[in-house]
């Protein structure tokens, strides 16, 4: 059987774009791989160094993995510090990664600019001369630089194939494709498998925002919760961006109305899409309505889930259990592998 990996960052609660980006397709693969879904809690620690409660937060994200149907009999289910030997791992990647290649990523350079407090749009040469200046009260850290390694380790320690995750990582798993060839070509072997994206429905899927523009994230401030209540639900789609409506037949929607009808087409049936899109093309649209619905039918995917969240959060004994057995599966992969690597590169194995 094919192995597979996958995390999330515990920095907050799922929402639909995590779902249907990402858990989505881990819910169909438990079933036919050798999966490992983790909770990535040392990354979350390159965006916020200072946790306020992150056990938590990890907690929260375990919960709703289980709400939202993995199920730890099949999958094995993990905190990542809990598989001390992903950081051994990560040590011996960043010894061959280029701290030029780490600086060139897009994820690197967005997330470098927010913590130096410059300005987005500002060239790469600016942020470089902010980053080597002695003078600035704020700095990047080492860790989010090493961020693409510590994805790469936490993927190739089982040997995964395939990685199912949203649009948005195709740089990091370029990345993490790139160090495992690298550490075979380093030492010689053919050890560590090439890792690729994995979208269950055979395409990159993107969760819109309901503002306008752009992809439905935590950092957005645009996410609608998996554990939003259906007061907080209705409130959030009514409030989206709309325009005055079409004034020519069949007309081309613009973003933020095509953002309304891409939300719909993945929580609605075809019937509710088409009649609304009819709608559109004759020029008859309310999207009062339209918002209507889609708050109902947004509210009835998340019901059943939020209900089961509940639940799971009052019940701490099962998820230290959960998270015990998820430990024990993930160290004895990860330990072989390690004293695998260890052999390569020559220490004792
Ligand atoms: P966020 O962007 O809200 O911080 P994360 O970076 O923790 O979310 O993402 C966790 C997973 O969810 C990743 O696989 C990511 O690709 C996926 N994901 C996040 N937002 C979206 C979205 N709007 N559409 C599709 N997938 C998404
Ligand atoms: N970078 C991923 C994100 O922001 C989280 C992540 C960390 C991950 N390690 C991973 C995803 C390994 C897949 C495989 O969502």
């Known amino acids: 059987m094919e192995t597979v990996v996958s995390g999330i960052r515990p920095t907050g609660n799922l929402h639909l774009g995590n779902y249907f980006g990402a858990v989505k397709s881990f819910l169909q693969m438990q079933y036919e791989y050798n999966c490992y879904f983790f909770i990535a809690d040392w990354h979350s620690l390159t965006t916020h160094p200072h946790p306020d409660n992150i056990r938590n937060s990890v907690k929260t994200i375990l919960a709703e993995y289980l709400a939202c149907g993995i199920d730890p009999e099949k999958a094995t289910i993990y905190i990542q510090s809990d598989v001390r030997e992903v950081a051994e791992l990560y040590l011996y990647l960043n010894m061959n990664a280029g701290i030029g290649e780490l600086m060139r990523t897009t994820s ?37 630089l090493t961020y693409p390694t510590l994805m790469a380790a936490d993927i190739i320690i089982h040997k995964a194939v395939k990685v199912p995750v949203g649009k948005d990582q195709e740089q990091n798993m370029e990345m993490a494709r790139r160090f495992a060839r690298r550490f075979n070509s380093t030492f010689g072997v053919e ?18 925002g309901l503002d306008g523009s752009g992809k439905m994230g935590k950092s957005e401030g645009n996410a609608i919760y998996l554990i939003d209540d259906e007061k907080t639900i209705k409130k959030k789609v009514m409030k989206a961006v709309t325009d005055a409506g079409p004034t020519e037949p069949n007309s081309v929607k613009p973003e933020p109305i095509a953002n309304l009808f891409t939300m719909m087409d993945i ?24 918002k209507k619905q889609l708050a109902e039918d947004i509210n009835n995917f998340c019901a ?15 998820m230290t259990k959960v998270a015990r057995m998820g430990a ?3 160290s004895e992969s990860a330990a072989k592998t390690l004293r695998e690597v260890r052999e390569i590169i020559g220490f004792r194995g």
């Open 304 to 318: 059943p889930i939020r209900e089961r969240i509940l639940d799971i959060r009052a019940n701490d004994e099962y």
């Open 108 to 144: 690197f350079k967005d997330k470098a600019r927010k913590q130096l407090h410059i300005d987005a749009a500002d060239s790469d040469g600016d942020m470089e001369k902010e980053i080597f200046n002695e003078g600035n009260k704020h700095s990047v850290s080492a860790g989010l």
């Open 191 to 208: 050890f560590f498998p090439e890792p690729a994206s994995f979208y269950y429905s055979n395409k990159a899927v993107k969760v819109p």
């Open 328 to 330: 024990e599966k993930a």
């Open 267 to 290: 929580v609605s049936t075809k019937d509710t899409y088409d009649f609304f899109n009819e709608k559109y093309n004759n020029c008859e649209i309310r999207y009062g309505d339209m």
